[in-house]
C-alpha cells in the first residue's frame, strides 16, 4: 500500500512540475507582450511571429499578433497616417477576423481619408473645376461606404464599443456631407437621419439635413432641424444662413431677411449670406439693397457664381442690360454646374443674347 501511494505521490509532482515548465513558445510570447507595452512593434511582430511559427496559426500568438497590428495601426490613426493605418489593421483583421477593435479601427481609417477627400474636393469645387470636384467627392462617398460597413461589422462583434457607435455616426454624417455637395438630397438625407440616431447632440447633422431638405425644397422639414441646430450652437453662422435660405425658399422673407442678417453679423466674411440675403431684397423689390450684398458677396468670394447670376437678374429687372449680359457670360464661363448654366442660358436667351451651344 504504501508503494503503490508512493507511486501516485509520483505522478501527481511530476504534473505540477511539467505544468512549471516554460515552453519556447510561451517565451516568445512574453518577449512579445514586453515588446507590445513598449510600443515596439516591429519587435513584437518578430516574436509572436517565431511563436505561430512553433504552435501554429490557431494559437494565442495568432491572436497576440493581430493585436499589434491593430494598436499598431492605432497608433498611426493617431498621427493621421491613414494609409499606414490601414495596411496595419488590414494584418490585424487577416489574423483575427473576430477582432472588433481593428474593424473599429479600420473605420476610423477610411473615414480620416475620406475627410480628406471631402476637404480636397471642397477646395477644387471652390476653384472651379466641377468634373475633378465630383471625381474627388466619388472617392470620399467610397472611403465613407468603407468605413461604415467596417464600424457595422465592429458594433456587430461588440455592440458595447462606444467608439465604434460614434464613428460611425460621423461616417454618416460625412458621407450625408458629400452626397449634399453632390446635390444627391434623397442619399444625403437618408445618411444624416442615420447619424442623427446614433447620435443625437451633434450639431452639424441637423444643419447638414437642414441644407439637404432645403436642396430637396423641403423648407417645412428644413427649418425645425436648422432650428435644432441654432438651440444646440446659437452661434453657428451657417445654421443662420441655412435657415434664411429655407426661409427664401418658401417666399416669408421678413423671417429670412433677420435670419440672414445675424449670420453676416456672426460671419461677416461669409458670403453665402448675402448673397441669399441679396436675394430676399431681390424678391421684395429691394433692388439697391440686393446690389450692395451681391457686390458685397463677389467681393468676398469672386469665384461665387450663383452671386453673378443673381446680381444679373437683379440688373435685368433694373433695365441694366450690359451688365446683366457681362454677369451671365461670367457664370457661363466660371461654372459647368447644370442648373447654374441653364438659368444664365435662359437670362441671355430672354435678353436677346445669341449662344453658340
Known sequence: MRRIFSVILFFCVALVLTSCVTSPASELMKQGDSYLVQKKWDEAVIQYQKAIALEGTSSKASNRLALVYNNHGWSYNEQAEWDQALAELNKAIEEDPALAAAYNNRGRAYNGKGQYALVNAIQILDSGQYDPAIAELDKAIDLYTRAIADLNQANKLDPKLSAASNNLAASYCDRGHAYNIKRHWDLAISDLTMAINLSPDLVYVYNNRGWAYDGNKYYQLAIPDLTKTIELDPNLALAYNNRGWAYNGKKDYRLAIP??????????????????????????????????????????????????????????????????????????????HPELVWSAKQMLYLLGVGLSN
Open 259 to 336: 435670419d440672414l442678417t445675424m449670420a453676416i453679423e456672426m460671419d461677416p466674411n461669409l458670403a453665402l449670406a448675402y448673397n441669399n440675403r441679396g436675394w430676399a431684397y431681390h424678391e421684395t423689390e429691394q433692388y439697391n439693397l440686393a446690389l450692395a450684398d451681391l457686390n458685397k458677396a463677389i467681393e468676398l468670394d469672386p469665384k461665387l457664381a450663383v452671386a453673378y447670376l443673381n446680381r444679373g437678374i437683379t440688373y435685368y429687372y433694373k433695365g441694366m442690360r450690359a451688365e446683366a449680359i457681362a454677369d451671365f457670360n461670367t457664370v457661363l464661363a466660371m461654372t459647368k
